[in-house]
């Protein structure tokens, strides 16, 4: 295998996750993975579970997956304040309620991680980070600190999710971590879905971001006319928070 699609932190976004599969279509991709996060803050968790199982698309376990396929009203996130903690409090228990059985099911089956070999190289997929599902790993890490996790790891390219913030970053030992960002709610100011393209001549790897256009507005305005905070579809036009 010389190329792998990964895209991952849908969460309940139907609209954005059926235009990012449309443009994998377009521009024939294939070997497709999910980080995860299938479910959480959007309105559409079954028809997302749904879609991934149809499909048989390899996925792991993110934090809400988690939460939610435990019926826990606890989503694994660091929230930043208490009105943020209040809202995803309202968006696990709103999740909690709406998703299937069925899905739950599914959820809480998936595995934690994902190793791969693509050209000449060993990859690692996760969610949040190898030690924990919900740990955050932002490219301003402290390079020492990714050098160790990846010595732990024992891989060259570390592929993760979580932040939704899409970044490469190629650290001294040559050794590589590549973000994917989010199809259903980007955090870097573009409301766009996104995903990633990983490609390997050997051992020389291609890191290739697309973004896609989708109906934000639409997504926006099914979270408004639910129980679901509004503030969500604010962000979801805004690509941030």
Request: overall charge negative; glycine content about 10%; some cysteine.
């Amino acid at each position: 295998m010389d190329q792998v699609t990964i895209f991952g932190d849908i969460h309940a976004n139907w609209p954005a996750l059926q235009a990012a599969w449309a443009d994998m279509n377009a521009r024939g991709l294939g070997y497709r993975y999910c980080l995860g996060d299938l479910v959480g803050y959007g309105t559409s968790p079954n028809e997302v579970i749904d879609f991934i199982q149809q499909h048989q698309v390899p996925t792991i376990m993110g934090n809400y997956d988690h939460g939610v396929g435990q019926d826990s009203d606890d989503c694994g996130c660091a929230y930043t304040n208490p009105f943020a903690e209040a809202l995803g409090k309202r968006s696990i228990a709103w999740t909690n309620a709406r998703t299937s059985a069925a899905g739950k099911v599914f959820l809480r089956q998936l595995p934690a991680n994902i190793p791969l070999k693509l050209g000449g190289l060993n990859v690692l997929l996760v969610h949040g980070s190898p030690r924990r599902i919900n740990e955050y790993l932002f490219e301003d890490r402290p390079t020492s600190s990714v050098e160790r996790l990846m010595d732990q790891t024992g891989v060259d390219v570390l592929v993760c999710g979580h932040t939704h913030l899409p970044y490469h970053k190629v650290l001294p030992s040559g050794r590589q971590v590549v973000n994917a960002g989010s199809v259903g709610k980007p955090k870097d100011g573009d409301p766009r879905a996104g995903y990633v393209v990983l490609s390997a001549v050997d051992t020389d790897l291609s890191v290739d971001f697309i973004r896609v256009p989708y109906p934000v507005e639409q997504a926006a305005s099914d979270i408004e006319a639910s129980e679901m905070p509004h503030e969500f579809a604010a962000m979801l036009r805004a690509g941030r928070g």
